[in-house]
């Protein structure tokens, strides 16, 4: 019998949703994985695979990839057991299943092209509004001391644009984990605060890209990944970004302290550190992109994978040129490419692989209300 | 890179965990080693692939082990299982040598978890792979490359020149060549000839043709046969392998765990006559499912069907095939392409003859049938909650008994009795000295780690003197 023959629990509308059943099934009555990560334990509480179940469980699988190196049935083998692979291809649909508004959901597609085509064309409107609103001289001149990006850009249409995108996309995002959750949340009694807390800790520390201890395989079945370590970088880079942003934004409203800020002030200390953060963090990973197995990979949403990390690349060292050039005739160019991909960046969130942290933290979420069940 | 020209102090034949084993142990003795695994490097291994667990004496609960298990409990289930068979010094010398070998295996970098879901009966005495046998090979070959031990995949041994009990080469083919190969020493860790039908065929007739391997192919048995060749002494009833009843759907190899069915016990199992045979209820379902490869394989065409109702369907593990399922009996005979009046009587018959009781999966209880022959002693409740289901299942072969006869020291023993120059046995090749029959979990990997290790170690000594 050949592997694709075998059965699965129930229908499903997609190859990858009825492949990740299929392995479902297999894995269900193997077990040995239960120690590497989540997903086995959660998959141990079910029977049956609905799409949500799947969805859940892709969102629940960090691609560390010990599943498969451990797997005696992975291929060559005639049962052809891929799970993290799998997983992914389910994981990169259920974005663009759970997404808002579902029109526009086809932006998961083609996704690099997408976001670097909307990147292109944030930067530019930028530069040219910078171009047709600024005089030349003010563009090309120098400024110093507080308010000498507002020169360029009035504060309150800095303001409004970005406070729009942001709120779009805090919308959008909103909306789309919402869809998730009542698929993936099904009758599970609340987990209260301690499920959230335990979500939170799980999330916050990758506790489970760690292949149960032993390490995650990426290049090939050695357990040698640093992953863990760049998206650590990732994570607390852009988290310290946020920060910078929002003391800013309270130094400018509660305090009256406009940006330009001293090197020693909070917004710069957040910024730099995080920005160097968001330069080791995504090389890193996009390196390990490269060099990964490609039987790990899931090589439709390459695509997204790359334009994410490149958008928190550009992100971070266009801020950091910003800062180290601010007091230069270079600063005003450098400001509108600066605002163009951080507006990209922002707008585009909801439609890339930004939404991964999202869902795997919603997944860590039910996964700690359902292990409390079991106590 | 391997040289195949140069005459190692170890040769290592096999790349099991006992293989293994031995390499490293040898290697940390300052051997030079090369293993020669005969099967390609994704089925490297042989039967520790599809292995979760070892069964080693322990003196106190640890992280992934919930109590102590001391070397005389372990001896006594070692003689339980093989109805007091064994070789008692070199069992009593393994068991003792079992308690280093838990934590030797964490050192080359094995990790263990605690017992799998749905096997806390082994929690206390078997220590488990995290990530299954695979990972626990993939630590061991990661350890061994590291250690600068040579390594050749899709390298079997097809003869080997031994004189008077002194291993001089092997040959090996390599990349479609043959090789000589040169070393001081030898172990023989190359496993059982389970997957060998024509060998099998010897003992079983052609009901051998309708066996299911749940190994890989590669466990031919072609060491040992050339080792008994050469005079060496053997071990074990050359009849007997290890053979339970797994679904009859499953490929003819390496279908491992997962075509496994522990439904036996919640219905009646009947022939292709649509007649039961054995007493689905003799004892609960670990001491009894070692029984049933060989039952089906005594019944025609080596074929037997599960048959359970809806009441049971969610008493048992899940396995890789969905049931076959009917409304009625009658159809599911139909399905099974079992004569549908035979199949309606013996469930009617049976269903009659189910005395009251109160059931309990757990344990030994008092449901049991009057008047029906086979009895079913325990667990018997009518089959008559729609819809019905049905396993199909066939013999599915583990691993075969028959070894070469080893002393303390793992070194073979010639049939004239001596021992051998510079030749060592480890794992399933020499089990039978110890596992004459029977069976318990994790077993097999305590014999193969632990001789290997003693085996490793007395081939890199016997190298340098």
Request: net charge neutral; proline share 5%; aromatic share 10%.
């Amino acid at each position: 019998m050949r592997a694709i023959d075998m059965h699965t629990t129930m229908a499903h509308p997609t190859r990858a949703l009825a492949e990740a059943d299929r392995l479902m099934v297999i894995c269900n009555s193997c077990r040995y994985c239960e120690g590497l990560c989540a997903v086995f334990p959660a998959m141990e509480r079910r029977n049956l695979f609905k799409d949500g179940d799947l969805n859940f469980l892709a969102n629940l699988c960090h691609g560390c990839g010990a599943c498969y190196a451990d797997c005696q049935f992975s291929p060559p083998h005639e049962f052809d057991v891929n799970v993290p692979r799998t997983l992914a291809r389910v994981r990169g649909e259920s974005y663009q299943t759970y997404a808002w508004p579902g029109a526009l959901s086809g932006l998961f597609a083609r996704n690099g092209l997408a976001i670097s085509l909307i990147a292109a064309f944030s930067v530019a409107a930028f530069l040219l509004g910078f171009f047709i609103w600024a005089d030349p001289s003010v563009l090309t001149g120098t400024h110093v001391g507080p308010g000498a990006f507002y020169r360029l850009m009035p504060h309150n249409v800095m303001a409004l644009l970005f406070g729009g995108v942001f709120v779009y996309a805090i919308l959008a995002l909103t909306m789309s984990m919402r869809a998730f959750w009542r698929d993936i949340a099904g009758n599970t009694p609340a987990g209260g605060i301690g499920a959230f807390l335990q979500a939170v800790k799980d999330a916050g520390s990758l506790r489970y890209l760690d292949g149960g201890g032993a390490g995650c395989m990426n290049d090939d079945d050695k357990p040698t990944d640093r992953r863990k370590h760049y998206h650590h970088a990732t994570f607390y880079g852009f988290l310290l970004c946020l920060a910078s942003t929002t003391v800013a934004t309270l130094y400018h409203y509660f305090l009256g302290r406009e940006a330009p800020y001293p090197w020693w002030d909070l917004p710069v200390v957040f910024g730099t550190l995080g920005g160097i953060g968001l330069i080791v963090g995504p090389v890193g990973l996009l390196v390990a992109k490269f060099k990964r197995a490609p039987e790990l990979l899931d090589e439709t949403k390459s695509g997204m994978d790359v334009a994410f990390i490149v958008m928190l690349l550009l992100t971070s060292v266009t801020g950091l040129a910003l800062l180290v050039l601010r007091a230069t005739p270079a600063m005003g160019v450098l400001l509108a490419v600066h605002l163009g991909v951080v507006f990209a960046l922002f707008l585009t969130m909801p439609y890339g692989k930004f939404v991964h942290g999202l869902f795997r933290f919603l997944a860590l979420v039910q996964h700690a209300r359902e292990s409390r069940g079991d106590h | 890179m391997v040289d195949l020209e140069k005459q190692y102090d170890v040769l290592v034949v096999g790349g099991g965990n006992a293989a293994l084993c031995a390499a490293i142990a040898a290697r940390r003795d300052g051997a030079s080693v090369l293993v020669l695994e005969g099967a390609p490097k994704f089925y490297r291994g042989g039967n520790t692939r599809h292995t979760r667990n070892i069964r080693c004496a322990h003196d106190a609960a640890t992280e992934t082990l919930t109590g102590p298990y001391s070397e005389e409990e372990l001896f006594d289930d070692l003689l339980r299982v093989t109805g007091g068979k064994t070789d008692e010094p070199l069992a009593k010398h393994m068991i003792r040598e079992s308690k280093e070998v838990l934590v030797w295996l964490q050192e080359q970098g094995v990790r263990y978890q605690r017992s799998l879901g749905g096997t806390l009966t082994l929690g206390r005495t078997n220590a488990f792979f995290l990530g299954g046998g695979r990972a626990m090979l993939n630590a061991l070959y990661d350890t061994a490359e590291e250690l600068g031990i040579d390594i050749l995949y899709d390298a079997p041994a097809t003869a080997v020149t031994i004189e008077n009990g002194m291993f001089l080469s092997a040959t090996v083919t390599h990349e479609s060549k043959p090789h000589q190969v040169r070393a001081r020493t030898l172990v023989a860790a190359a496993g059982g000839f389970e997957s060998n039908i024509e060998w099998l065929k010897e003992y079983w007739g052609d009901a051998a043709e309708n066996f299911l391997i749940r190994g890989t192919p590669y466990n031919r048995g072609s060491v040992l046969k050339m080792l008994h060749n050469a005079g060496v002494q053997e071990t074990g009833d050359p009849t007997q392998c290890h053979a339970v009843a797994i679904d009859a759907r499953a490929p003819k190899y390496d279908g491992g765990i997962i075509t496994r069915l522990d439904c036996v016990v919640f219905g009646v199992v009947v022939n292709k006559h649509a007649q039961r045979f054995y007493d689905e209820g003799e004892d609960i379902w670990p001491k009894r499912y070692a029984i049933w490869g060989r039952l089906v394989a005594q019944q025609p065409d080596q074929i037997a069907y599960i048959i359970f109702d809806a009441s049971s369907l969610r008493l048992f593990m899940p396995s890789l095939f969905p049931p076959i399922t009917a409304g009625s009996i009658r159809d599911l005979a139909g399905k099974l392409g079992l004569d549908a009046d035979a199949l309606e009587k013996t469930i009617g018959d049976f269903n009659a003859g189910v005395r009251p009781g109160t059931f309990n999966h757990a344990d030994l209880d008092d449901c049991r049938t009057e008047g029906v022959t086979p009895p079913k002693t325990h667990w018997a409740r009518r089959i008559e909650q729609a819809p019905f289901y049905a396993y199909p299942v066939r013999p599915g072969i583990t691993f075969t008994y028959l070894g070469v006869r080893v002393n303390l020291e793992s070194r073979m023993l010639m049939a004239d009795g001596k021992p051998a120059a510079n030749m060592f046995a480890a794992g399933e090749i020499m089990a039978g000295n110890v596992l004459t029959k029977g069976y318990a979990a994790g077993i097999g990997m305590m014999i193969g780690s632990v001789s290997g290790r003693i085996a490793g170690r007395g081939a890199a000594k016997n190298a340098r003197n």
